[in-house]
């Protein structure tokens, strides 16, 4: 199974701040990776796939960067709105995996 | 408007069965693969399996943590996404979720559209 270890498990900052969370795959998998944010109590929503294609609807401060193995996630300035847990997904191929999930609190 | 909604939930027993449905409207449900997942309390998101849509013959993919206990199914007739779910163990506790990948055009396997959720708890 290709591994996604994301990175910071959990991320203080405020709003205004410019934060970028990581994920880095156990193999390449070319572009396949999506982002998505989760409130308490909610579904995930999708941000960001094909690593860097934004999902209509969704603000312009997320941007999303890859290099090789190594995805990133940045959102140029914090909103309010933002502070939730945000996870990567491999989708190059079965089974479907995930990142253990970014925190991002205040 | 897309919607998912699952439903079928609730407590159960180790060793018991149960069927989750998901209900789809505001798209056509065979254009499209639909996967299931599952979130344990405080912990990140598991892939459990996909019904291709009909270009692919509805064909199934599992995770081996659920092959062969745990079925993917649908009923095109009435817009419904199942999963059935056999030989439950207290670790299948969590809440499951279906989620629609998006139009084959869009050649990106990712999961745009969720339902709210399902709690499954399986405890004596």
């Known amino acids: 199974d290709i591994r996604m270890t994301q990175s910071p498990s959990t991320l203080s900052a405020s709003v205004g701040d410019r934060v970028t969370i990581t994920c880095w795959a156990s193999q390449s998998i070319s572009n396949s990776l999506a982002w998505y944010q989760q409130k308490p109590g909610k579904a995930p929503k999708v941000l960001m796939y094909r690593a860097s294609t934004l999902q209509s609807g969704v603000p312009s401060r997320f941007s999303g960067t890859t290099s090789g193995t190594e995805f990133t996630l940045t959102i140029s300035s914090l909103q309010p709105d933002d502070f939730a847990t945000y996870f990567c997904?491999?989708?190059?191929?079965?089974?479907?995996?995930f990142g253990q999930g970014t925190r991002l609190e205040i | 408007e897309v919607q998912l909604v699952e439903s079928g939930g609730g407590l159960v027993q180790p060793g018991g069965s149960l069927r989750l449905s998901c209900a789809i409207s505001?798209?056509?449900?065979?254009?499209?693969?639909m996967d299931w997942f599952r979130q344990a309390p405080g912990k990140g998101l598991e892939w459990l399996g996909r019904?291709?849509?009909?270009?692919?013959?509805?064909?199934?993919e599992y995770a081996a943590s659920v092959k062969g206990r745990f079925t993917v199914s649908r009923d095109e007739s009435n817009n419904l996404l199942f999963l059935h779910m056999n030989s439950l163990q207290t670790e299948d506790t969590a809440v499951y979720y279906c989620?629609?990948?998006?139009?084959?055009?869009?050649?990106?396997?990712?999961?745009?559209?969720w339902g709210q959720g399902t709690l499954v708890t399986v405890s004596s």
């Open positions: 997904q491999q989708f190059a191929e079965f089974p479907v995996t």
């Open positions: 505001g798209f056509i449900f065979s254009d499209h693969h």
């Open positions: 989620a629609r990948l998006p139009h084959a055009s869009i050649n990106s396997f990712h999961f745009d559209f």
């Open positions: 019904s291709r849509n009909k270009g692919r013959g509805y064909s199934t």
